[in-house]
């Protein structure tokens, strides 16, 4: 079972999907990919501040699943899934679960 996880800094989870700089993809509860997130260098690009945009409009929901699918992945882990998001991972094959557990490490364990 390969698992996406949207984070930062490697270590926790991100509260806004959109937002994280990174999906880390594990398997067996070991990383083997970092995949960066193209929504983020799209903002880098604009005039809209990261922090005050919150990830809304984006189109986030649209282009994570299908990027994270051509990776393998069949669950997705996050904080916070909105709907749109969900079913497009739905769409797509991947299983949604959130997690209120901010630490990669332990909401794995939790999942595996």
Known sequence: MRVAVPTS?????????????FFYIYEDGK???KIEN????NLKEST?????????????G????SLIAQ??????LAREIGD????NMQRVGIKCIETQEKAIE???ANVI
């Open 9 to 21: 800094d490697g270590k926790n989870i991100s509260k806004h999907v959109a937002l994280s700089k």
């Open 31 to 33: 990383e083997v990919e």
């Open 38 to 41: 193209p929504l983020i260098e």
């Open 48 to 60: 809209v501040s990261l922090h005050t945009h919150e990830g809304r409009g984006l189109g986030a």
């Open 62 to 65: 649209r282009i994570i699943p």
């Open 71 to 76: 990776k393998g992945v069949s669950v997705f």
């Open 84 to 87: 749109g998001m969900r079913a």
């Open 106 to 108: 332990q909401a794995l």
